[in-house]
């Protein structure tokens, strides 16, 4: 086992990405068998991504920071050693004492993270522009000055994770769970935090300019930004108050009670139109 492990480690040193990827699967399957090693490729696995892809880029092959994330290809195609590794960790990790996992200041810009349970993972000042974080446990994650522009975030668990200072620019965070996280002075403009849970979270100097939080449960723990009138906002993106006929039960007697006169509709089109030609 101990000669498997250095020559995956050597390996990893190797100019050639096909190596480096089998080098990174040896590791894992190595941690998978061998729980002594688990946490040695875990740390090599973390500093793996470090060194590869740090932030600010530093190489000539990586985007340029201030690249147009749309001309930044997908992390598996521009970096796909790294992306093994990223995924490597977040599955290792589900199985694993919690404890700090260091992937501080890497460059993560369109990486796939679906599924995955990096949890206590220490994300600080990285870039996660348009990563797909879809379901992902970040319970007690670090995230504090991190670029998550425009991530996805639907139903992940963020739990007392501190997002302090976060770029959340049009982040997608449906049903997310932010319960007692700290997003104090983060970025929130436009964020999408429909049915977002909120109990107990930290939004102190948070900027939520023309965020969704219709739907998302709070409470009195929930510590709003100064002046933030959380029940304005949600009306302005919702539907409104309805009819009081619609809501009183006297309203839907009145309509079950009513008769309809019949409509005839022989040869008829309906496409939200009445009286609309059908398509030819």
Partial sequence: MSDRFSRAVDQLGSEKPDARIGALYALWRIADHSPHDREA???IMAAFLRTHLPWP???Q???AADAAINSVPPLETCAADAQVA???LGVLCRERRPDWLNVSYSDLRRADCDGLWPHHVNLDGACLEAESIYQVNLTKASLIAADMRHVELGTSVLHQSRCIE???RGARMVRADLGDADFSDADLRE???RKARCHGTKFAGADLTRARLEGAPASELTFWPPGFDIDTTRRRHGRGPRRRAEHSPA???DRKERPIPPIGLTSAWVD???GAAPPL
Avoid: E, F, Q, W
């Fill in 251 to 253: 309203g839907r007697r």
């Fill in 166 to 168: 976060a770029d959340l």
């Fill in 41 to 43: 490729v875990i740390a």
């Fill in 86 to 88: 990223l995924t490597g």
């Fill in 272 to 274: 939200g139109r009445i």
């Fill in 61 to 63: 092959d990586s985007p």
């Fill in 191 to 193: 964020a999408n935090l």
């Fill in 57 to 59: 880029p530093h190489g």
